[in-house]
T-cell receptor
Framework: DGGITQSPKYLFRKEGQNVTLSCEQN?????MYWYRQDPGQGLRLIYY???????QKGDIAEGYSVSREKKESFPLTVTSAQKNPTAFYLC???????????FGPGTRLTVL | GESVGLHLPTLSVQEGDNSIINCAYS??????FIWYKQESGKGPQFIID?????DKRQGQRVTVLLNKTVKHLSLQIAATQPGDSAVYFC??????????FGKGTMLLVSP
């Protein structure tokens, strides 16, 4: 059963703590993306990676970090430097040379 | 569910009606466009796409129209069903590997 998985679905953290969101895909896609979604706004790109061991900042990378050690995995760390981390986080992937991105189910992060 | 739809434009239709959702884009260099459907609390789901060398593309119950002159994209859903209720948003790219997303329109279908 191919697809993109994100875990957990809901995540609660105390202010000042770092937290890592998981994203795994078994679609053999080269590119992976992280977006943040806030109510009433379009998706905003945090980081993306087009190949293993390489990634680029998106529009709102401050306070976030990523790694891409394996093709199928692209974890996102929300650090304590992110001023307003409560949001719905979406991971996506696309095949090499393709523009279409396919999304995971999302993780709702709430910082208390 | 998650409040993705707060403050979005809303289209309310009756079951069986045809729905038209619109999207304006600003980058005249954009050459690929996608429509996504997002149900409450879920990730966006690909519906249909279109390249700039086309002005119309049809899928199952859905049609996308592209007017490059006025930089306008629309999604038509035929015989709308309650299961079509969701937020719909467009995305565009000029081929630089990242997509730019619209804010979306909430479609509410009443039985």
């Amino acid at each position: 059963d191919g697809g993109i998985t994100q875990s957990p679905k809901y995540l609660f953290r105390k202010e000042g703590q770092n937290v890592t969101l998981s994203c795994e895909q078994n679609l053999n896609h080269d590119a992976m993306y992280w977006y943040r979604q806030d109510p009433g706004q379009g998706l905003r790109l945090i980081y993306y990676s087009q190949i293993v061991n390489d990634f680029q900042k998106g529009d709102i990378a401050e306070g976030y970090s990523v790694s891409r050690e394996k093709k199928e995995s692209f974890p996102l760390t929300v650090t304590s430097a992110q001023k307003n981390p409560t949001a719905f986080y979406l991971c996506a992937s696309s095949a090499q040379g393709e523009d279409t991105q396919y999304f995971g189910p999302g993780t709702r992060l709430t910082v208390l | 569910g998650e409040s993705v739809g707060l403050h979005l434009p809303t289209l309310s239709v009756q079951e069986g009606d045809n729905s038209i959702i619109n999207c304006a884009y600003s980058n005249s260099a954009s050459d690929y466009f996608i429509w996504y459907k997002q149900e409450s609390g879920k990730g966006p789901q690909f519906i249909i796409d279109i390249r700039s060398n086309m002005d119309k593309r049809q899928g199952q119950r859905v049609t996308v129209l592209l007017n490059k002159t006025v930089k306008h994209l629309s999604l038509q859903i035929a015989a709308t069903q309650p299961g079509d209720s969701a937020v719909y948003f467009c995305a565009e790219t000029a081929g630089y590997s990242t997509l730019t997303f619209g804010k979306g329109t909430m479609l509410l279908v009443s039985p």
